[in-house]
Structure formats: structure tokens, C-alpha cells
């Protein structure tokens, strides 16, 4: 499967993601190196400290949208995750971990 395939995909949900996170731009969230991100950047802290973000459990993320996501680039990579998991789209994610 070409790359930039797995992107396109993402498109679906950028109506979805626009509502969850008006101010920001959903074209900058859906770009590939935020994806790439979600694959390789791994949790700083908690109960799954050390695991890659896209394999964060949803119920997890879910808690911290309920608490507030931590501030700055990795609370909109956690917040951009939980999107992705909500819309089933985080199977396409996971490929990139290999990359």
C-alpha cells in the first residue's frame, strides 16, 4: 500500500475532528508527520508510560479528554489519537511504527 494512500482516508474525518477542535486547523492535525507521531512518539508518564501513543488504550484516552489532556504538542497528539480510535481509523496508524 503507497504511502500517501493511507492519508487519504483521513479525509473522513476531518468534519468530525473540525467540531472536537474548531480553533485549530484540521488540515495541520491530519498531516503525515503528526501520524507519524502517533506511531513512534511514546507515552512520557502514567500507567502506560513507554507505550507508542497510537497504542494507548481508548478507555485511557477517553479518561484524559474527561481530566483535560496535557497541554502543548502532546495533548493534540493524545486528543488527535482518541479521534482517530473513535472513528476506527487508528488501524491505519499503525503501519507507520515500522516506517
Known amino acids: ?3 500517501c494512500w ?18 485549530q486547523s484540521v488540515h495541520t492535525m491530519l498531516e503525515k ?6 506511531a513512534r512518539v ?4 502514567g ?3 513507554g507505550r507508542v501513543l497510537i497504542d494507548l488504550p481508548e478507555e485511557y484516552l ?8 496535557p497541554n502543548g504538542e502532546l495533548g493534540k497528539l493524545m486528543a488527535l489519537c482518541l479521534t ?3 472513528e476506527g481509523l487508528d488501524e491505519i496508524v499503525r503501519p507507520l511504527k515500522n516506517m
Open 33 to 38: 508527520e503528526n501520524m507519524l507521531k502517533l
Open 6 to 23: 493511507l492519508f487519504s482516508d483521513l479525509e473522513s474525518v476531518w468534519v468530525y475532528t473540525a467540531f472536537l477542535f474548531p480553533v
Open 47 to 49: 500507567k502506560y508510560s
Open 1 to 3: 500500500m503507497p504511502f
Open 62 to 69: 477517553l479518561w484524559f479528554e474527561r481530566q483535560g489532556f
Open 42 to 45: 511514546k507515552m512520557p508518564f
Open 84 to 86: 482517530l480510535k473513535i
